[in-house]
T-cell receptor, first 114, second 111 residues
Framework: GAGVSQSPSNKVTEKGKDVELRCDPI?????LYWYRQRLGQGLEFLIY????????KSGLPSDRFSAERTGESVSTLTIQRTQQEDSAVYLC????????????FGDGTRLSIL | QKEVEQDPGPLSVPEGAIVSLNCTYS??????FMWYRQYSRKGPELLMY????GNKEDGRFTAQVDKSSKYISLFIRDSQPSDSATYLC???????????FGQGTRLTINP
């Protein structure tokens, strides 16, 4: 079946602009996660959704970062007033509701801030 | 100090060799341990998922967890060029949702 889908796959924008990244989880997966991967680094947790609510936003690095999820499916991650240090691959994952279930990742959005 | 330490490599071995990849961690509350494989410009793909200490085998892959030493390993037998990728360890606390990742080890299998 279809996996986690992310769009766009690549995004280049100028410093100071706002960007929106989209994630379509696997059908039936109520848990959704956003991670960031800087060049040559492991993944950093950003935010977790269970359904439409976000019980854990502890990884969002600043108030320029926000995320929402509607209809227990699609999620958008928004970065306002982008900075060069925001350049990274932004990865989305989804899983079934039970916390013991493994997380399945999309291929990410590669964001470059000029 | 990072919660999860992983040697970034790069690691280069000949085809057919046994590969050993390792991570150490500092938080004794971690209970779930995972290994992901990540090809260039792709998302991480789950390889192994284990709970607490012990061994788990799946085909050419074996995962080991030693909680007393806070050390986990992934062994790849009969390595193939298609195994060339970055391998990421990840772990999670019971009841928590977020995964904590190592830096990843870049592995190349030479034909």
């Amino acid at each position: 079946g279809a996996g986690v889908s992310q769009s766009p796959s690549n995004k280049v924008t100028e410093k100071g602009k706002d960007v929106e990244l989209r994630c379509d989880p696997i059908s039936g997966h109520t848990a959704l996660y956003w991670y960031r991967q800087r060049l040559g680094q492991g993944l950093e947790f950003l935010i977790y959704f269970q359904g439409n609510s976000a019980p854990d936003k502890s990884g969002l690095p600043s108030d320029r970062f926000s995320a929402e999820r509607t209809g227990e499916s699609v999620s958008t991650l928004t970065i306002q007033r982008t900075q060069q240090e925001d350049s990274a691959v932004y990865l989305c994952a989804s899983s079934l509701a039970n916390s013991n279930q493994p997380q399945h990742f999309g291929d990410g959005t590669r964001l470059s801030i000029l | 100090q990072k919660e999860v330490e992983q040697d970034p490599g790069p690691l280069s071995v000949p085809e057919g060799a046994i590969v050993s990849l390792n991570c150490t961690y500092s938080n004794s509350a971690f209970q779930y341990f995972m290994w992901y494989r990540q090809y260039s410009r792709k998302g991480p793909e789950l390889l192994m998922y284990t709970y607490s200490s012990g061994n788990k085998e799946d085909g050419r892959f074996t995962a080991q967890v030693d909680k007393s030493s806070k050390y986990i390993s992934l062994f790849i037998r009969d390595s193939q060029p298609s195994d060339s990728a970055t391998y990421l360890c990840a772990m999670r606390i019971q009841g928590a949702q977020k995964l904590v990742f190592g830096q990843g080890t870049r592995l190349t299998i030479n034909p």
